[in-house]
Structures are given as structure tokens and as C-alpha cells.
């Protein structure tokens, strides 16, 4: 598999503009028959970026002063209130000009902040052209007019994945890269009479996830250590791991408290796919758990890849979240999780 | 044309404007919108499928059931120590199996004062406590990016006196209480049915994911006025020590409890398993040949 210049394989950019295009499926359509991917238009072998002009960005009300914008790229958070607007997320760069008008409609104060959930262009490609419109409050030691644009915030590793060394090419432009890291278990802000907690989650589809917790709204968004629309992608060459996303999902439902009857209640926004509740969360978990467990048992009986492959672990969930074609197949997904469950048992 | 011909032409066209005209902006002409009155409490009646419905149905028991190889896997991994787990406990039926289960049922309407158009129908069902809403002003369904719930998105029409009700966005849910699983992408077509004193409600479950064809069942109850359907709250606690991020589930090929249907009733495990086939009587003369003793 070849590595582009930004040292991502070619097949998980892939993944990640294919996941980008989930949302175009999601416009209202029921989609029918094997999974995402099998429906998904390829956004082309040439790593071109996926023609993004005819998808419109639709907004979902969730609860409290949080919504869910969904289009092309990762599903974007926002919230709004008299301090200004909170984005998670930013999606594609084409994408930019129609997630700022939406967000318009709903508040007609300052982007103030971005957090970014992780590293991929699917979710951060509009930082540069969403935080150049929106302001940071700046004064006291630095100055009033030191910052420009808003802030984003990350963890470092979001920064370091997004950066380079000196004399060495960056991915993505400076004016993209988080102005604000953390490297804590999580960091707190507070705002619009909002407790907003970003926990770190180590090691799950990347190594710089995190996931957002609107305490007031009580709404978290999850970044793609949850997705309603795939299998996981676990980007192995940027530290992610099966493991970290079970224990991501794991960490949410312990967070989400449903209300009466197991409904609503906290409400999950997925990196991708439709709005949840805990019940969708549980029934994802249970599945990547099982799908786990399974390849687990195969790789403990000595079987060789192919030998998991012809078992059909994911047997029962491939029409729900498989592909036989696109970026990122069930295959490719098997292959991830018997190859960390070997290291796993190699360890042992 | 002559005065007699010019008076029935005027007349049918008096009478066609007035069909067209008197025809309400939903689609439903008035005496059509009325339908029978569905409203009451009804007592379930459990003469079709019994030991399905109320002792549950046998581990491996798929027989009828249209599934594909899919739902069949995700049957024989079901450990029904998942429903110890806190998080599993309070969920309520869904609304294609709620009505199968304890299903004291309570229906009314709600009519909006200026038209008194019946708006929309609403469901209450005893066990768990679930409660729809059949939405009767021809509104569209929500995205698909919208939630999913267990009762789902259901929307009304009559058909003569029969209701006839779509719902959509519903939650991973089940058929049977044995892990046979309905995804959350398909559909619900039901038919409310009222004859007198007896409600029969027919189902209509499409399911792209699991099913092979679609699954129809009927189920019946009995108008009772004197019916009071108690509350039912839910509490869930941890009923078994384990490490967190457990999930109860059987590894392919050794959930040796699907033994026991066949066994207990003396029928060849093939059939048990369920698929389209097994819903027609065509399969009555397969079932006979597996019964066959091998030749000697």
C-alpha cells in the first residue's frame, strides 16, 4: 500500500473521504442492501477531493443549545448561545461556506471556538476557512489584537499529525493547525453557561481522539470513535487501535444516561451516521465487542487470516455496517482487528 | 343540446366540482379521515402463538420465520445473559414486537378542536409502558439522520375502516425473544382491524438486512372496558460482578443450548432453523422426507 506525502496510506484517505460522503447517502435517503460502502461514490483514485458542490448541509435541532450539522465530511457540532458559537469539528474545506451560512441562521454572534475530534480532512478541513470568520477574545498578557480567528482547540497529537518538523512539508497549512492543545487526560472550558468537557481518548481511531461533553445540554460529540454508518476505521499508522475504540465506547456509555424506557436522554452526534441515543451506542459496542471476541477465539486457534476471513466473523453485521468494495471494506477491517489481536496474543 | 341533456350535464358537473372541492388539502375525503373508532382499552387474547408469546419461545426455535443467514448467526450468538446487563434492562419492546408481548393496549385519539380532525392516534401497551404516536396530518418522515427510537417514526391513512400505519426510524430491535433480530432499516406496515368487540392488528415487517421476505403475523385482543393498565417503572441495577465491557454472547458453533428445541420436539434441526421456506406448506413435504429413515 502507498503512502502519500502525508504519510497516511492511500486506502485510509480513501476511507475517510468515502466516510465524508456518508452524509451525502444520509440526505433523506433510506439506504438499502450491504452497508455504506457498497453505495458509496468512490471519490476517486486519484486522492482528488470528492466533488462536495451539490451537497447541501442540513441542520438537526439535538437538545439544550447544541445541533447537529449534516452534510459531506463528519458530522459537525454546534453550539450556540450569548457568548458566541462553539463548532466541533469543521469538516471538508469545500464544505466551508455552506456549514458558516447554516451556522448563521442559528446565531449571529462570533465563532469563538473549534474543537477538532481528530486529525483526518474529512473533519478538519474547514478549520482554516471557518476559523478565519470567527474571533478570539484576546487581552491580558498577549494583547488585544495578538489572536486573530478562533480558536481550536486539539490534542497535541491532532497538532503533531497536522504539522512537520522544521524544513520538512506540513500536511495541512499553519492557519489550519490547532492554535490550542492539550495533553492531559482532558481539558475544560467553559461556555454560554456551559460546562464543555474534551476527553482525551488514547489510542482509538487515532492516537489524537476526542470526544465532547456538553454537560447542560447533555450531549456528547464522539468524533469518529463512534460512527452508525461502518464498521470502525481504525487507523493502525496513527495509533489508533480496536482496543482504544472499545474502551472510547465503553467510556461513553458510562456518560450517556438515558431518561425513561432507555431513550433519548443523553444524545450521542456520531463522527458519522444519524443522531443517537445510548441504546444505539450499546448495540454498536456490543457489536464491535463480539466481532472482537470472535477474531479473538480464531487467531487463539492458530488460523490464518485468510483462514478468519472464510470464517465470516462479521457475518451477522456486514449488512448493517460492511462493504465488499470501496475504501474501506470488511475485509480491510478484519485484517485490522486479526492483526492487533495477533500482537495482542504475541504478547502474551 | 337539448334542455334535458343541458340539466344532467350541469348537475354532474355541480356534483364533480363538489367531490373535488369538498375533498380536504390532506388527500382524505372527511367520511373517508373518520375511519371506525379504534378507541378503548383492549384486552390481549393469546389464542395464536401462545407458548411464543407468553412462556417465550425455545432457544433455536427460527421455524416460520423468513431470516437469512445473517439474523440466523446473530440468533445462535445471542446469550440471554445480555438482558443482566444494566444498560440492557429497561429497553422496552419495539413497536413490531410490543404488541406481542403483555400487551394490555390502550388507544385513543386526539382531534384538533377547530376541525375535529382526528390528528393523530396514540397507543399505550402495558408492558414497559410504551407509548406511540400515529401521526394522522399527512407529515412527512424525518430524515434519515434523525433519531431512531424504539416505537419509531408512524404515520396513518385510512383505508375504508381499516388504519393502515407506516413507521419508519426504528431502533435495532427483534422478532423474537430468542435473538432474532430486526435491523434498524426496516420498515413497519401495520393494519388496525376493528369487528365489533375485537381489535386484530396485522404487521408487516420489510427488513433489507435480515429478513428474506417480509414477516407478517397477526395478533388479536378483546375491547375491555374495565381494563386499568397499572404503571411500570424501571430501575436497572447490576445484576452480576463483571469486568467492565463485557458483552454475554456465544462463539459460532458453540451454543450447544440449540440442541434442545429440536430434541424436545422431535423435529430435524434443518427445519428449525428458519428461512422463507419455512413459512409456506410446500415445506410440510420436505419436512417429511428429512423424517425419513437413511436407507439401509
Not at chain 1, 205 to 224: A, E, M, P, Q
Amino acid at each position: 500500500m502507498k503512502k502519500t506525502a502525508t504519510g497516511l496510506t492511500r486506502r485510509l484517505w480513501l476511507a475517510f473521504a468515502a466516510l465524508a460522503l456518508c452524509g451525502v447517502a444520509l440526505n433523506g435517503q433510506q439506504r438499502q442492501g450491504r452497508g455504506q460502502g457498497a453505495g458509496t461514490p468512490n471519490p476517486g483514485r486519484g486522492g482528488a477531493p470528492p466533488n462536495l458542490d451539490n451537497v447541501a448541509v442540513h441542520v438537526l435541532p439535538v437538545q439544550g443549545s447544541v445541533y447537529m450539522l449534516v452534510g459531506a465530511g463528519g458530522n459537525v457540532t454546534v453550539q450556540v448561545g450569548k457568548e458566541g458559537v462553539l463548532l466541533v469539528d469543521t469538516s471538508f474545506a469545500q464544505m466551508s461556506d455552506k456549514i458558516v451560512a447554516e451556522v448563521r441562521k442559528l446565531s449571529d454572534k462570533p465563532i469563538r471556538y473549534i474543537v477538532n475530534t481528530h486529525a483526518h480532512p474529512d473533519h478538519i478541513g474547514g478549520n482554516e476557512n471557518i476559523s478565519k470568520v470567527g474571533s478570539t477574545i484576546g487581552g491580558g498578557n498577549v494583547g488585544a489584537d495578538a489572536p486573530t480567528g478562533a480558536t481550536i482547540i486539539a490534542h497535541e497529537n491532532v497538532l503533531n499529525r497536522m504539522s512537520a518538523p522544521t524544513g520538512t512539508q506540513a500536511p495541512f497549512p499553519v492557519a489550519a493547525w490547532p492554535t490550542d492543545t492539550y495533553v492531559s487526560r482532558q481539558k475544560e472550558v467553559y461556555f454560554n453557561d456551559e460546562a464543555v468537557v474534551i476527553m482525551h481518548q488514547p489510542t482509538a481511531h487515532t492516537d489524537g481522539d476526542s470526544i465532547v461533553y456538553f454537560r447542560r445540554s447533555d450531549v456528547i460529540s464522539t468524533g469518529d470513535v463512534f460512527v452508525t454508518t461502518t464498521f470502525p476505521i481504525i487507523d493502525r499508522q496513527r495509533g489508533g487501535s480496536l482496543a482504544g475504540i472499545i474502551k472510547s465506547l465503553n467510556l461513553l456509555l458510562d456518560l450517556a444516561i438515558p431518561r425513561d424506557k432507555q431513550e433519548g436522554g443523553t444524545y450521542l452526534i456520531p463522527g458519522h451516521g444519524r443522531l443517537c441515543d445510548e441504546a444505539d451506542l450499546l448495540e454498536y459496542r456490543d457489536m464491535v465487542t463480539i466481532v472482537r471476541d470472535r477474531i479473538d477465539d480464531l487467531v487463539k486457534k492458530g488460523m490464518t487470516l485468510d483462514q478468519v476471513k472464510a470464517a465470516k466473523p462479521t457475518l451477522d453485521y456486514e449488512g448493517r455496517y460492511g462493504a465488499a468494495s470501496g475504501p474501506w471494506t470488511t475485509e480491510m477491517f478484519i485484517e485490522a482487528v486479526y492483526n492487533e489481536m495477533r500482537g495482542a496474543s504475541a504478547k502474551k | 343540446m337539448d334542455a334535458l341533456r343541458r340539466v344532467k350535464f350541469a348537475a354532474g358537473f355541480v356534483l364533480v366540482t363538489a367531490l373535488i372541492v369538498g375533498r380536504p388539502a390532506g388527500g382524505q375525503t372527511l367520511q373517508q379521515s373518520r375511519g371506525i373508532d379504534l378507541s378503548g382499552e383492549w384486552a390481549p387474547r393469546f389464542h395464536e402463538d401462545q407458548p411464543e408469546r407468553i412462556p417465550g419461545p425455545d432457544i433455536g426455535d427460527y421455524l416460520g420465520l423468513p431470516i437469512n443467514a445473517a439474523a440466523r448467526l446473530h440468533a445462535d450468538s445471542w446469550d440471554a445473559s445480555l438482558l443482566t446487563l444494566p444498560e440492557h434492562q429497561c429497553k422496552p419492546h419495539p413497536a413490531d414486537y410490543s404488541p406481542r408481548g403483555p400487551a394490555n393496549l390502550r388507544l385513543w385519539k386526539e382531534i384538533e378542536t377547530a376541525t375535529q380532525q382526528v390528528i393523530a392516534w396514540h397507543t399505550h401497551i402495558s408492558w414497559q409502558a410504551p407509548e406511540r404516536t400515529i401521526y394522522m396530518d399527512d407529515r412527512p418522515h424525518p430524515p434519515e439522520y434523525a433519531a431512531h427510537t424504539w416505537q419509531g417514526f408512524s404515520t396513518g391513512k385510512w383505508e375504508g375502516d381499516v388504519l393502515v400505519v407506516t413507521t419508519t426510524h426504528l431502533k435495532m430491535g427483534w422478532i423474537r425473544r430468542n435473538g432474532v433480530p430486526r435491523s434498524d432499516r426496516a420498515t413497519l406496515v401495520e393494519r388496525f382491524i376493528r369487528h365489533g368487540d375485537v381489535l386484530t392488528l396485522i404487521s408487516w415487517i420489510n427488513d433489507p438486512i435480515y429478513l428474506e421476505e417480509p414477516f407478517v403475523r397477526t395478533t388479536n385482543w378483546a375491547l375491555d372496558p374495565r381494563q386499568n393498565i397499572a404503571a411500570y417503572p424501571c430501575q436497572a441495577v447490576v445484576e452480576v460482578d463483571r469486568p467492565q465491557g463485557i458483552v454475554p454472547h456465544h462463539l459460532p458453533g458453540t451454543n450447544t443450548f440449540l440442541n434442545e428445541f429440536p430434541t424436545k420436539f422431535n423435529i430435524p434441526a434443518e427445519a428449525t432453523r428458519g428461512g422463507a421456506e419455512t413459512m409456506y406448506p410446500e415445506y410440510i413435504l420436505k419436512l417429511q422426507a428429512m423424517r425419513k429413515p437413511a436407507a439401509k
